[in-house]
């Protein structure tokens, strides 16, 4: 990718996640046209970059954001935006970018979820509801433990765009 053709992706990308924040903040949610059509402009901008080859780089990239957030989901502890907007930045960044913008996203997210527990007064209770999943998955695998999903949580609830951002910003940063 060019110079110029970095500077136009990392712009789009940096857009759709300051929108992602936006709506997920205010709404508890990532619109489905947001992501989904930042994941075709991503692969419809590579396309036209390089060709197949850059379409295998997108959906590489796609693969990967959705992949390495899917177990999250899956065990109740992230929503299905927050999963597709982290396969539409790797769409547009590639599959090397994704992984690295992920575990940026995933280590902001620790540090979000923290401070809000504790700006909550959430912290003691947080430790110990971690402390229990630890339990369940030992006893039973790791598997959803009904009572501590987003679906049943009564604690604070981050919106996940926000540390998604931060890390995809950090991984444009450092690019």
């Known amino acids: 990718m060019t110079l110029d053709a970095h500077t136009a992706a990392s712009f789009c990308v940096a857009t759709v996640c ?8 205010r709404f508890r949610r990532i619109p489905n046209a947001l992501t989904l059509g930042a994941a075709a402009g991503g692969l419809a901008f ?3 970059l ?16 959705t992949a390495l957030f899917f177990p999250f989901f899956a ?13 539409a930045i790797g769409a547009w960044l590639g599959p090397t970018a994704a992984l690295w913008a ?7 997210g620790g540090v ?3 401070l809000l527990a504790l700006y909550h007064g959430y912290a003691r209770k947080m430790l110990g509801n971690l402390w ?3 339990g369940h998955w030992r006893m039973f695998g790791i598997k959803p433990m009904p009572d501590l999903t987003l679906a049943a949580s009564r ?13 995809t910003l950090v991984e444009l940063w450092l690019r």
């Open 18 to 25: 300051l929108i992602a924040c936006a709506y997920d903040v």
């Open 46 to 48: 590579n396309v036209f």
């Open 50 to 65: 390089a060709g197949l080859h850059g379409a295998g780089a997108s959906l590489a990239g796609l693969l990967v954001g």
């Open 75 to 87: 065990l109740g502890g992230l929503g299905a935006g927050d999963i597709k907007l982290m396969g």
């Open 102 to 108: 992920s575990l940026f996203a995933a280590m902001a």
């Open 112 to 114: 979000f979820a923290l």
């Open 132 to 134: 229990l999943l630890l």
């Open 155 to 167: 604690g604070p609830r981050l919106a996940y765009a926000l540390p998604i951002t931060v890390g």
